[in-house]
């Protein structure tokens, strides 16, 4: 007799048709890794340069505090751009050694290079030092030169950049009646409160005031 072989199953392969569905939930699988992968890098790239722009923000807030603490009695403002005298700049042009580190700093607010937004520029002059109690102009040598630092972005793509300050004027009753003005004449008295307004595209950051008593400390 002749021994029989007993096979194994039979190996059976996929079709066509699962060929192709398989391909097919593999590239939508694929495509919605991509697309979530994709939103979650813009995501991150939003919310790392919106975390830049309120960074910058706050830098701008605290040298201008800074300097608006040591400010002298020269202040002059058309809205858009801020100028003061202070005894406290933070930054001086190379080359300036003074005894006193008095500069003219300049805050300006002007449309961004890209066409969106604006950038707030900031810009420092060392200025001479005072005359000493009872010394004659005409006996001390001829001032320096000094020259104006190079302009410096403080922030950029900005939705609002303003400068206002608090004007105590009167009402048409004669009375007392205070209100935020943008132009400030070098002529007149330093106001006693500046207000910044600076915010980002997203605008999520309120105005700051500053306030200065007479011997221009904060």
């Known amino acids: 007799m002749k021994r029989l072989q007993h096979l194994g199953p039979r190996q059976q392969g996929f079709t066509l048709l699962e060929l192709i569905v398989a391909l097919a939930l593999s590239s939508l699988v694929a495509m919605v890794g991509t697309v979530a992968l994709s939103m979650s890098s813009d995501f991150y790239a939003r919310n790392h ?3 830049q722009a309120r960074d910058s923000v ?30 406290h700049p933070l930054q001086l042009p190379k080359g300036a050694v003074l005894p ?21 520029l900031y810009q420092v002059q060392p200025l001479p030092p005072p005359l000493p109690v009872g ?19 403080l922030a950029a793509q900005l939705q609002v950049c303003a400068f206002s300050f608090l004007l105590q004027g009167l009402n048409a009753q004669g009375q007392p009646e205070p209100r935020w003005v943008k132009r400030w004449e070098p002529t007149q008295p330093p106001p006693a409160l500046l207000r910044l307004a600076l915010s980002g595209l997203h605008a999520d950051v309120p105005p700051v005031v500053y306030s200065a008593d007479r011997d221009g400390a904060r």
């Open 49 to 51: 340069s919106r975390t």
């Open 58 to 87: 706050r830098a701008v807030e605290r040298i201008l505090r800074h300097e608006w603490a040591g400010r002298g009695l020269r202040v002059a403002s058309d809205g858009a751009v801020l100028e003061f005298d202070t005894v």
């Open 100 to 120: 006193l580190p008095l500069a003219r700093v300049r805050y300006r607010c002007e449309p961004s290079a890209s066409g969106r937004g604006w950038s707030l």
């Open 135 to 153: 010394a004659s102009a005409a006996r001390l040598p001829p001032p320096t030169k000094t020259e104006e630092g190079a302009q410096t972005v």
